[in-house]
């Protein structure tokens, strides 16, 4: 059993990383809180840069961009750190 290293994203870059995400799958801050289990603030929040995810958060991001498939892993690739 393998540990799965966590997300590393530039905070600047998090936020715009989260707006597209929202925005490919075509849902409102409100909408995409809601499908995170976070609330409306939240997203503004990070989508404006005020606030980085918790690790929590981060699984949940993740996890919606591997359900997006090659759309979501090009995405994630835009943006990750190498």
């Given amino acids: 059993m393998s540990i799965k290293k966590p997300l590393v994203i530039d905070q600047p870059k998090v936020g715009k990383l989260i707006r597209e995400l929202r925005l490919l799958t075509g849902l409102t801050q409100e909408q995409f809180a809601a499908v995170l289990g ?15 995810p918790s690790p929590l958060g981060m699984q949940k991001i993740e996890q ?4 997006m498939g090659e759309q979501g ?7 990750l750190i190498n």
């Fill in 38 to 52: 976070v609330t409306y603030p939240t997203v503004n929040r990070w989508e404006n840069g005020r606030a980085k």
């Fill in 64 to 67: 919606k961009l591997y359900e």
């Fill in 73 to 79: 892993e090009e995405l994630l690739n835009k943006y």
